[in-house]
């Protein structure tokens, strides 16, 4: 899988950056992966434990619905000519969070990470249902809920437990 540059500094080993592969699909959805690359001492400071960080994302304008797309579009301030573009429309969506992470690393060497999410993005595009089905935070929303901007989903789930209990009510769900 060809990844292109999406965003970022054109130096993007020392302030980070973006790249997006071609458009999949899986028969429901479709779908762009995007690496997400972070220098960890440019972002956090020297005392960050790894110099870089590097992500293997998942994003769906379809599975994020015309209003949450809308909003990202007007968050990120995507010019209104170019608010049709599936690129464009990765990018506000990423940039605002609605995407779920199949696979993430922090190292020192930004080399061997790249490739090693290259890797990971021809394992993953087969079995992208049981990476999604992954919890992606502590109350259980999974990666499917995430693509499409809930990450609260996991409230709603069993197991139930005081700790969701709490959340609901301080989510105003209870």
């Known amino acids: 899988m060809i990844f292109r540059f999406l965003c970022g500094d054109g130096d993007w080993r020392s302030h980070g950056g973006k790249w997006i592969s071609p458009r999949q699909s899986n028969g429901e959805m479709g779908y762009w992966l ?8 440019d972002a956090c400071g020297p005392e960050a434990h790894a110099s870089y960080h590097v992500s293997l994302d998942i994003v769906s304008p379809t599975s994020a619905g015309a209003d949450k797309l809308r909003q990202a579009i007007r968050d990120v301030g995507v010019p209104e000519d170019q ?13 605002n969070g609605l995407y779920a992470v199949l696979w993430s690393r922090g190292g020192n060497n930004a080399r061997s990470m790249m490739a090693e999410a290259r890797h990971w993005a021809q394992r993953v595009s ?3 249902g049981f990476y999604l089905d ?3 935070n502590k109350i259980g929303s999974t990666g ?7 990450v609260m989903a996991g409230l709603d789930r069993e197991p139930d437990n005081p700790a969701k209990k709490l959340m609901r009510k301080m989510q105003g769900r209870a």
């Open 34 to 41: 995007v690496i997400d690359f972070t220098n960890m001492r």
């Open 83 to 95: 608010a049709d573009n599936p690129i464009c429309q990765v990018e506000a969506l990423h940039t």
């Open 126 to 128: 087969s079995l992208l």
């Open 134 to 136: 992954r919890p992606q």
């Open 144 to 150: 499917w809920d995430l693509i499409k901007g809930d």
